[in-house]
């Protein structure tokens, strides 16, 4: 893997797109200070994915877009490219070349590309750490970080020397299989303490399984016998039900009787009732009958009281009438009857002398 082209543009002091072509052989940038040597060899630390902000010496991320000058404005986008000579066939799309992109707009939105292809940062770690660039690798070192590296202690730097010529990928695989190994014995070691202490209770647990096949037993002869007594339930609820049905059909038939009884009932109370209007009918007939009797009955009273008093007068009137016509007749009566009274006081008289005469006694 060789770094053979950057392109950069709006990233730091490079307002212009700028592109760097590296040949085979050691490539070597001058100029002045301040001219951004150190710019460049940062442009590839954040198209590598860079996170930290002092790795690119900006204390926030934005601050890695073009600033802006005089007579010149602020980017809104910075961009950087790699190209690589993809010897290994990591690119995707196995292209000869692997173009790494990274992108920030001023608004903060980030890409990452892998042959202008969209990927997340992960992506560009995971290509780059397979082809030995990945994070601690060392590929590049800082202004500030050379003395560091004189300053080294001499296993620091041979860690260093390592990690360069690409031995630190394997030392720490094997540090890692290590690790994996040391953690695999402990997982056995534990695992024999507890194979241990299971065959330690397996006696325990060989009599609790006697006893729980004993209490399956049980189990199972209750349940027996709770059948049975489901069973006989059942036969019992079966004959109380038909004992039910039979009361069921004797009181419907006592039902039925009933009813027609009932109807009959209904039936006569109906003749009754139509008996009873016609009583009714008779009754206010006969009522009205009374009624007009009383009437002729009232009236034929006051025709009597009427008659009656007018016989009172017909009587008195006939009675003056008598008298008139009967008192001559009647002082003639009387006279004649002094005269008969007289005639008759005579007629005593000579009866009296004729009995007299008669008596006498005889001389003798
Ligand atoms: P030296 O030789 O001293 O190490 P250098 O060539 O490495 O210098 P750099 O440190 O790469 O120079 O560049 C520094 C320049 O980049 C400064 O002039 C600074 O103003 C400019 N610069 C840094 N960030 C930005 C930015 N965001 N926008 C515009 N210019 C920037
Ligand atoms: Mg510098």
Known sequence: MRLTRIRIKGFKSFADETELVFDRGVGVIVGPNGSGKSNIAESLRWAMASQAPSEVRVASGLDVLFSGSEGRAAAGLAEVELVLEDEGGVAPGGRPELSIMRRLSRDGESAYLLNR???RRLDVHEVLADVGLGRDSHAIIGQNQVDQVLLASPSARRGLIEEVAGLGKFKRRRVRAQQKLNRVERQL????ARQAEIQGRLRPLALQAS???RAALLEAELLELRLELVLSA??????????????????????AALDTQAAAIVARRQAAETALGALVTEQEAASRLVQRLDAAVERLRDRAVA???????IAADARAQAAQLLEPRLRRAVERGDGLDQALVRLRERGIALIADQIRPEPG
Do not use: C, I, S, Y
């Open 117 to 119: 292809l969209p990927v």
């Open 211 to 213: 006893a729980a096949e």
């Open 189 to 192: 070691v534990e695992a024999r």
């Open 307 to 313: 008659l009656g008093e007018r016989r009172e007068e």
């Open 234 to 255: 059942t036969a019992e609820a079966r004959r109380d039900r038909q004992a039910r049905q039979a009361d069921m059909r004797e009181a419907k038939e006592a039902q």
